[in-house]
């Protein structure tokens, strides 16, 4: 069955929204793979897709599938083949919803330019992070919606354009969401809720880990120029990534930050650093962080993030209050023992237990229907701030303020409209703490 509403509707939503008003029908019988039944309608939203990688193909299968009316009609990267195993997988999974004419798939560093040149409403962007910012801002300057992967930059300038962005999109009433996805997960919710809701009294430490063993290296071809084997391998270049404490350990981060009532830290100090993954070919991210963020009133939290091969692995938060504790394992259980013990494993069952990815996207169309749709991007913002002023103390040596960190002027990466083939950025050195400087 498919869920159509009205033309004026339509217009309505277009409106109240501030997305570009668009044509509506494209020439889908040239698709030769695309028989399907899906007839585009004045109501139909066109998803972008941006960084076909294996986030973005799921983002953009959730997106297609969140709405009967909502379907995927461009697609832009920089690898061929990332752009075709991603469409042929989305194609497999949702025939009638992928209408992405071979004209439409765009590839090259410009791509995410003809992407918002074309009549998408909503973008989803999920290249490595260090396009993030200058992606998001003209996104937002070409009047679409978006929907942006963690973390959303690699350096603090970054940041604050991210969050200049956020306020322009607001202004506009356009959709901006981060996949900080634990924020969508049931489970999370119904623990958060009653923690902020007193549960464990005044929450005065948290303590998160993200350990996990060593992460993909994909084989690159001895033809490929530096930056094609670096960009292939992004993880391991701190001016791609930011590194793996923003790159992967800033969801338990945003989690300490939702337990602490999203207030920010004033003070961090830390350490890391790169002992099991030395080679050559991993760049010059460290392999571990440990991290002690300080709030205002003397709370504190403590983060322990780690990427190394055979060593223990964790991944969970745990809240203590003046009333109690709670213990959240990410995947598994998620527990209060307070005023009340309560889990809510014993409370509800697996069916109960939803896919926050898909969830996050039924939101975002949701509210986009809806002409409130909704903008995380400060919080998402400050979230992965946590995580660079992490790796800011821990690469430095030094004790920084959340000042310090936001306002500090140091670029990672070149400018977006430098990135070609033959780019050869020369990156940083492995930092050194008590060396290498805050900037
Ligand atoms: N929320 C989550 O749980 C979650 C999970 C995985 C990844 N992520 C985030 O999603 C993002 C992508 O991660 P991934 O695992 O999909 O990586 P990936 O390497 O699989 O995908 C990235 C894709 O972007 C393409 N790309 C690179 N530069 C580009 C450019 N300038 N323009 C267009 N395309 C470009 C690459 O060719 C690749 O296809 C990262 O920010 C990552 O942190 C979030």
Same mark, same amino acid.
């Not at 069955?1 to 029908?25: E, I, N, P, Q, Y």
């Not at 749709?373 to 690469?395: E, F, H, K, Q």
């Given at each position: 069955?498919?869920?159509?509403?009205?033309?004026?509707?339509?217009?309505?939503?277009?409106?109240?929204?501030?997305?570009?008003?668009?044509?509506?029908?494209?020439?889908?019988?040239?698709?030769g793979k695309?028989?399907?039944?899906?007839?585009?309608?004045?109501?139909?939203?066109?998803?972008?897709l941006?960084g076909c990688g294996g986030?973005g193909t799921?983002?953009a299968?959730?997106?297609?599938?969140?709405?009967?009316?909502?379907?995927l009609?461009?697609m832009a990267d920089v690898f061929e083949e990332s752009m075709e195993t991603a469409y042929n997988a989305l194609l497999d999974?949702?025939?009638?919803?992928v209408?992405v004419a071979p004209?439409h798939k765009f590839m090259?560093?410009?791509s995410?330019?003809?992407?918002?040149?074309?009549?998408?409403?909503?973008?989803?962007?999920?290249?490595?992070? =260090?396009? /993030?910012?200058?992606?998001?801002?003209?996104? #937002?300057?070409?009047?679409?919606?978006?929907?942006? *992967?963690?973390?959303?930059?690699?350096?603090?300038?970054? #940041?604050?354009?991210?969050? %200049?962005? +956020?306020?322009?999109?607001?202004?506009?009433?356009?959709?901006?969401?981060?996949?900080? =996805?634990?924020?969508?997960?049931?489970?999370?919710?119904?623990?958060?809720?009653?923690?902020?809701?007193?549960?464990?009294?005044?929450?005065?430490?948290?303590?998160?880990?993200?350990?996990?063993? +060593?992460?993909?290296?994909?084989?690159?071809?001895?033809?490929?120029?530096?930056?094609?084997?670096?960009?292939?391998?992004?993880?391991?270049?701190?001016?791609?990534?930011?590194?793996?404490?923003?790159?992967? %350990?800033?969801?338990?981060?945003?989690?300490?930050?939702?337990?602490?009532?999203?207030?920010?830290?004033?003070?961090?100090?830390?350490?890391?650093?790169?002992?099991?993954?030395?080679?050559?070919?991993?760049?010059?991210?460290?392999?571990?962080?440990? #991290?002690?963020?300080?709030?205002?009133?003397?709370?504190?939290?403590?983060?322990?993030? /780690?990427?190394?091969?055979? =060593?223990?692995?964790?991944?969970?938060?745990?809240?203590?209050?003046?009333?109690?504790?709670?213990?959240?394992?990410?995947?598994?259980?998620?527990?209060?023992?307070?005023?009340?013990?309560?889990?809510?494993?014993?409370?509800?069952?697996?069916?109960?237990?939803?896919?926050?990815?898909?969830?996050?996207?039924?939101?975002?169309?949701?509210?986009?229907?809806?002409?409130?749709?909704?903008?995380?991007?400060?919080?998402?913002?400050?979230?992965?701030?946590?995580?660079?002023?992490?790796?800011?103390? +821990?690469?430095?040596?030094?004790?920084?303020?959340?000042?310090?960190?936001?306002?500090?002027? *140091?670029?990672?990466?070149?400018?977006?409209?430098?990135?070609?083939?033959?780019?050869?950025?020369?990156?940083?050195?492995?930092?050194?703490?008590?060396?290498?400087?805050?900037?």
């Amino acid at each position: 069955m498919k869920k159509t509403t009205t033309d004026t509707s339509r217009r309505k939503f277009l409106r109240t929204t501030g997305a570009t008003v668009v044509g509506s029908s494209l020439a889908f019988n040239v698709l030769g793979k695309n028989n399907s039944d899906f007839h585009f309608n004045s109501d139909t939203i066109k998803v972008g897709l941006i960084g076909c990688g294996g986030r973005g193909t799921g983002a953009a299968n959730q997106a297609i599938n969140s709405d009967p009316n909502v379907v995927l009609t461009a697609m832009a990267d920089v690898f061929e083949e990332s752009m075709e195993t991603a469409y042929n997988a989305l194609l497999d999974e949702n025939p009638d919803k992928v209408k992405v004419a071979p004209d439409h798939k765009f590839m090259g560093f410009d791509s995410y330019k003809k992407v918002l040149e074309s009549d998408v409403d909503v973008v989803i962007l999920a290249t490595p992070p =260090c396009f /993030r910012p200058a992606h998001l801002e003209a996104a #937002i300057d070409a009047g679409k919606h978006v929907f942006f *992967e963690k973390p959303v930059a690699v350096d603090a300038p970054g #940041i604050r354009r991210v969050i %200049a962005t +956020a306020k322009k999109a607001k202004e506009k009433n356009l959709g901006f969401m981060s996949g900080f =996805c634990w924020r969508y997960d049931y489970p999370k919710r119904a623990t958060y809720d009653r923690l902020l809701d007193g549960a464990i009294g005044d929450i005065h430490t948290v303590y998160t880990t993200y350990n996990t063993g +060593a992460l993909w290296w994909k084989e690159t071809k001895p033809s490929w120029g530096k930056f094609k084997k670096e960009l292939r391998n992004w993880l391991y270049y701190n001016w791609l990534s930011g590194d793996h404490i923003m790159e992967q %350990a800033v969801h338990s981060l945003d989690l300490m930050s939702w337990a602490m009532g999203d207030v920010l830290p004033v003070k961090a100090v830390g350490t890391g650093g790169r002992q099991s993954r030395t080679e050559e070919r991993f760049g010059n991210v460290y392999d571990h962080f440990s #991290i002690i963020y300080e709030y205002a009133n003397g709370e504190k939290g403590f983060h322990i993030a /780690r990427q190394q091969k055979d =060593c223990s692995r964790a991944y969970h938060i745990e809240a203590m209050g003046n009333k109690g504790r709670a213990n959240m394992e990410v995947f598994s259980k998620h527990e209060i023992m307070g005023k009340k013990n309560w889990q809510w494993e014993k409370e509800f069952s697996k069916k109960d237990k939803n896919n926050m990815y898909q969830t996050e996207h039924d939101e975002l169309f949701a509210s986009i229907r809806k002409g409130n749709p909704i903008n995380d991007g400060v919080r998402a913002a400050n979230s992965t701030m946590l995580a660079l002023w992490g790796r800011m103390v +821990a690469y430095t040596g030094e004790s920084l303020t959340w000042d310090q960190a936001l306002n500090s002027e *140091e670029i990672l990466g070149p400018k977006i409209d430098e990135y070609n083939w033959d780019l050869d950025w020369k990156m940083a050195d492995v930092a050194q703490p008590g060396i290498t400087k805050f900037k």
